[in-house]
């Protein structure tokens, strides 16, 4: 099998750290590939005006795979400030860079799987029927449309005349006609047909493929007609070439409520942009937090894998890291999975799970200790000891 090559993208905190874990077990599966740094996040932003330079996207264009650590976005007054002297009030404007790769290679598809860990202490508990307590295991797998909806970034403050004339031809704006332009900001949720058939289409195959029973619409059609209706009608449409799996529609903010009732009755989930964010994040705190979340994000004929955690700088100067990297590593397993090395993937996730289930190497956020220096001395693992951990067990 030919050599990849893979476009590393450390960004900003603690992505340094947890992606040189995850190339460690990358190397420790036997996975044979070419990486290729390449310069990404906060430090771009502040000395370049632009979080994700030309030279990356021209890096991805090349080589079409990509590994990401994790990214600092700051509001946009707050990013101007930060600016170097020379580079303010030069037009530059700060964009999410992961955002900007999604929609730039068009990378619609955005799958979190969510799957819990037997022995891991943080997986969600309930109350049983006789009183005692029940750990329902978790295995949901969300399909989240990566490229439209809220995140498109068509919105305003003190929309431009065109637009207010346009929002005006719309009877429900007509209690804002009067408001003043600067008080005034507008955000749109768009979805196209075609993007809400697709990623319903890929729900649909991936419940087929990995035996799921269910495929679970999560919108808010009763009151976003248009937009949610469209993904429900579109999913209908997919569901009637799968017989055999169950079509379920829920309401996000019901969702919300069902997955701490009732977690072990779903199986995959699909929903636009936002809302998708929102579930993946509410399933993720069932198996573990964002120290197990992982996402895949894919496109026609690119892919980049990513964890969904923050950069969470408070932890990024500390000597040695604590930071859980089992989220990268995960991430690098869906990268595997992509290139059809499956049984590689595999067994990376038994020897996670194995360590969970050992319960001798946790990282503080499995202790449920504090983040600080002073985890260690409590017991907790470093990042490279809970890697160690991994690659023993591969």
């Not at 990214?71 to 955002?99: F, N, Q, W």
Request: proline residues 6%; aromatic residues 8%; hydrophobic residues 40%.
């Amino acid at each position: 099998m030919a050599k990849r090559t893979v476009v590393t993208m450390p960004g900003d905190g603690i992505g340094k750290p947890v992606l040189e874990e995850a190339l460690r077990v990358l190397d420790a599966v036997g996975f044979e590939a070419d990486y290729v740094h390449a310069d990404i996040g906060w430090e771009y932003w502040i000395n370049e005006g632009n979080a994700l330079p030309d030279r990356t996207i021209e890096l991805l264009e090349k080589h079409r795979l990509g590994l990401f650590g994790a990214i600092t976005s700051k509001p946009k007054d707050k990013a101007a400030a930060e600016l170097a002297p020379e580079l303010r009030d030069k037009g530059h404007v700060y964009y999410s860079p992961i955002v900007g790769m999604r929609q730039h290679f068009n990378l619609d598809v955005c799958l979190r799987p969510c799957r819990s860990f037997k022995g891991n202490p943080l997986n969600f508990i309930r109350q049983s029927k006789d009183g005692g307590f029940e750990e329902p295991m978790v295995d949901v797998a969300i399909f989240r449309q990566n490229t439209e909806g809220l995140y498109a970034g068509v919105e305003w403050t003190d929309p431009p005349p065109n637009v207010r004339a346009a929002l005006g031809t719309h009877k429900k704006f007509a209690r804002f006609a009067d408001v003043p332009g600067e008080e005034l900001a507008v955000s749109t949720r768009i979805f196209t047909r075609n993007a809400c058939r697709r990623i319903c289409e890929e729900a649909f195959k991936h419940a087929k493929k990995f035996g799921y029973k269910s495929v679970t619409v999560c919108e808010k059609p009763n009151v976003i007609r248009e937009t949610s209706g469209m993904m429900e009608f579109e999913a209908a449409k997919v569901a009637e070439k799968y017989p055999d799996i169950d079509l379920w529609s829920t309401n996000i903010d019901a969702q919300m409520m069902w997955l701490t009732k009732n977690p072990e009755d779903y199986g995959v989930i699909v929903a636009g942009n936002m809302f998708g964010d929102i579930v993946s994040d509410g399933f993720a705190g069932l198996v573990g937090g964002l120290g197990f979340a992982n996402s895949a994000n894919v496109g026609a004929d690119c892919a980049v894998f990513e964890p969904t955690h923050g950069s969470a700088p408070k932890y990024e100067k500390l000597d040695p890291p604590i930071v859980n990297p089992i989220a990268m590593i995960l991430s690098a397993c869906m990268l595997l999975d992509h290139v059809d090395e499956s049984e590689k993937a595999t067994a990376i996730r038994d020897a996670i799970a194995k360590v969970i289930a050992d319960g001798k190497t946790r990282s503080y956020d499995v202790m449920k200790l504090r983040g600080g220096p002073d985890a260690i001395s409590q017991g907790a693992a470093t990042t490279t000891q809970v890697t160690d951990a991994v690659i023993g067990n591969i």
